[in-house]
């Protein structure tokens, strides 16, 4: 009968602790899912250390990694991760957009090789890999791929670029104007086929002709507001234009000092003189709208903030909307001269 007991007691015993580590486990899974990685870290790595091919831990944690911005980590655990289910397309993926990101060219392509062995029907990932060869210089290659997409989608406007950019890159011009053209007559407003008309012009020495086109793609697409004020200034200095370039290039200036200040209001979310001068660094780089955005966004979490109130009512006065700056103007006179 004792041994019955004690058998039942340890049965018992060994029941409760494996409930209990399934809830732990449980537990530290949504705390990861969450991006509270931190907390769940020192129970997910004691799984590991028992399950090292724990796929939904190695899943966890290299996407909540990713999710957190922290590539290297992230990248080491989709490693672990493919490792421990070589066959399955959700961990290369995730390595894939890493090693896209951080331009990888080598490693994104055999992993879009391997993912395309899985899913030999996925064109959109054909016109990828294509790209990547592109971009790793194996300029052969990615010929090859787009010229065999394009016998499936003779009309694809997006392999018609890549195939010009190809042809630019052996100074092979006039078959790369034919092709981007090719391109503009399926799509007259793609931005990406505008640019690359105006740089071919540039390659030609024709900035004349290349001016208008980044006017346009400046005027029309936010985007490229750095990329394509450079080309234009490039542009306008080439034609004889110096005045507007010296221009462009003070715009441009601006633009990088609002950006290098935007990196630096991230960081320091609750520091209120960092994000007031992000705000005016984007009003003098002509970006009300963003101004506008940082302030409302701080003030969501500061109302009280008479100089946020402040600036806030002088965007809304240049944005033409004195509606909304009296509104701020009042609820700065409502505030105590102790806010700041």
């Not at 007259?188 to 086109?213: C, G, H, Q, W």
């Not at 963003?290 to 302030?295: G, M, W």
């Amino acid at each position: 009968m004792l041994f019955v007991a004690l058998v039942a007691a340890a049965v018992i015993g060994f029941a409760a602790w494996t409930i209990h580590s399934g809830q732990r486990r449980q537990n530290a899974l949504a705390l990861a899912k969450k991006g509270r990685i931190d907390e769940a870290l020192p129970v997910l790595k004691q799984i590991l250390s028992q399950s090292p091919k724990d796929m939904e831990v190695l899943e966890t944690l290299a996407n909540s990694y990713a999710s957190a911005g922290h590539k290297g980590e992230a990248e080491a655990f989709a490693k672990s991760w493919i490792d421990a289910a070589p066959d399955q397309p959700g961990p290369r993926v995730l390595h894939l957009k890493l090693m896209e990101e951080a331009n990888r060219w080598t490693e994104a392509i055999a992993d879009a090789e391997k993912l395309l062995e899985m899913e030999p029907s996925n064109e959109k990932l054909r016109r990828r890999l294509a790209g990547f060869r592109y971009s790793a210089g194996d300029f052969a290659k990615a010929e090859e791929d787009c010229r065999s997409l394009l016998k499936v989608s003779p009309r694809d406007r997006g392999i018609l670029i890549l195939l010009s950019q190809i042809a630019r890159s052996r100074n092979d011009v006039k078959q790369a104007g034919d092709l981007i053209d090719q391109a503009l007559a399926l799509a007259p407003s793609n931005f990406s086929a505008l640019v690359a008309r105006a740089n071919l012009y540039m390659d030609t020495d024709e900035p004349e002709k290349a001016i208008p086109i980044y006017r346009k793609v400046l005027a029309e697409d936010p985007t490229r507001r750095k990329s394509t004020r450079y080309q234009l200034s490039r542009a306008l200095q080439r034609s004889g234009n110096e005045a507007e370039a010296r221009q462009l290039t003070e715009e441009l200036r601006k633009i990088h000092d609002a950006d290098l200040l935007e990196d630096e209001r991230l960081g320091h979310p609750d520091y209120e003189d960092i994000q007031i001068r992000a705000a005016k660094a984007f009003v003098e780089a002509d970006n009300m709208k963003h101004a506008k955005t940082i302030l409302e966004s701080f003030l969501s979490a500061n109302p009280q903030s008479r100089a946020s109130h402040r600036e806030l009512a002088d965007i809304y006065r240049k944005m033409g909307r004195p509606d909304l700056a009296a509104r701020h103007d009042a609820i700065v006179k409502s505030l105590p001269e102790s806010h700041p």
